[in-house]
Antibody, heavy 123, light 112 residues
Framework: EVQLLESGGGLVQPGGSLRLSCAAS????????MSWVRQAPGKGLEWVSG????????YYADSVKGRFTISRDNSKNTLYVQMNSLRAEDTALYYC????????????????WGQGTGVIVSS | DIVMTQTPLSLSVTPGQPASISCKSSQSLLHSNGKTYLHWYLQKPGQSPQLLIY???NRFSGVPDRFSGSGSGTDFTLIISRVEAEDVGVYYC?????????FGPGTKVDIK
C-alpha cells in the first residue's frame, strides 16, 4: 500500500526540541522529493520544508529557517525533521507529503500525504 | 512571498448544483517552461488534504470529472459541475513556482 506514516509528535516546552519521522512505503522513496507541511489548529496549510530526492538539497520557510533541519535516510525510506528552539506558534499538525513529479531542483504539487503527527508547544 | 487569495471563503451548495471557487496569486504562476504551477487540494473533514487538480486543469488520478480547473497567469477557478455530499470540506489552491510554496486561505464548502 502506498502510504506515509508520521510519528514523533507530542507535547514540548517552549525552547525544546523534537524530531518527527515519516515512514514511506509502496513507492520508490529514494526517487521522491519530500516535504513537511503543517496546519495549526483550525488554520490553513503552511509549507515548512522540502528535500531533494538524491541531491540532498534542502529548502525552508523563513518561519523555521535556522531552527528546523530536514533530512532523509533513503535506506530506511524515512523522512525526518529535527525541530529545535520550538515556539508556541509551531504548534500544529505536521504532515509529511510527497511531491508528484519533481526529482531534483524543484518542489511541485503534493500527490500523497500522511495522516499527520501533532506537536504542541506549551509550558 | 507569493500571496494566494481565495473567494469566497465559505460556500453552501445544494446537491446537484454547481460551485465555483476563485483563486488569485500576487504574481504570475506561468513558468518559462510554459507550465503554470497552480494546484488545488481538498481537505475533507478529519482527513489529510488530497490533490484534485495540478497545473491549473489536470485532474489527478481518481478525481471525478465533475471537478475542473481553469485560468492563467494570476487568476484561476475551480469548478464543481454538480456538487455531491462527499465534496464537503475545505478547498485550497497552492502555488509551486516560487519558494516558499504558499497556499490560499481555503474555501469551506458545505451542503445546504
Amino acid at each position: 500500500e502506498v502510504q506515509l506514516l508520521e510519528s514523533g509528535g507530542g507535547l514540548v516546552q517552549p525552547g525544546g526540541s523534537l524530531r518527527l519521522s515519516c515512514a514511506a512505503s509502496g513507492f520508490t522513496f529514494s526517487n521522491s522529493v519530500m516535504s513537511w507541511v503543517r496546519q495549526a489548529p483550525g488554520k490553513g496549510l503552511e509549507w515548512v520544508s522540502g528535500i531533494g530526492a538524491r541531491d540532498g538539497n534542502t529548502y525552508y520557510a523563513d518561519s523555521v529557517k535556522g531552527r528546523f533541519t530536514i533530512s532523509r535516510d533513503n535506506s530506511k525510506n524515512t523522512l525526518y525533521v529535527q525541530m529545535n528552539s520550538l515556539r508556541a506558534e509551531d504548534t500544529a499538525l505536521y504532515y509529511c507529503a510527497k511531491h508528484r513529479n519533481c526529482v531534483s531542483g524543484c518542489l511541485d504539487e503534493f500527490d500523497l500525504w500522511g495522516q499527520g503527527t501533532g506537536v504542541i508547544v506549551s509550558s | 512571498d507569493i500571496v494566494m487569495t481565495q473567494t469566497p471563503l465559505s460556500l453552501s451548495v445544494t446537491p446537484g448544483q454547481p460551485a465555483s471557487i476563485s483563486c488569485k496569486s500576487s504574481q504570475s504562476l506561468l513558468h518559462s517552461n510554459g507550465k503554470t504551477y497552480l494546484h488545488w487540494y481538498l481537505q475533507k473533514p478529519g482527513q489529510s488534504p488530497q490533490l484534485l487538480i495540478y497545473e491549473v486543469s489536470n485532474r489527478f488520478s481518481g478525481v471525478p470529472d465533475r471537478f475542473s480547473g481553469s485560468g492563467s497567469g494570476t487568476d484561476f477557478t475551480l469548478i464543481i459541475s454538480r456538487v455531491e455530499a462527499e465534496d464537503v470540506g475545505v478547498y485550497y489552491c497552492m502555488q509551486a513556482i516560487h519558494l516558499p510554496l504558499t497556499f490560499g486561505p481555503g474555501t469551506k464548502v458545505d451542503i445546504k
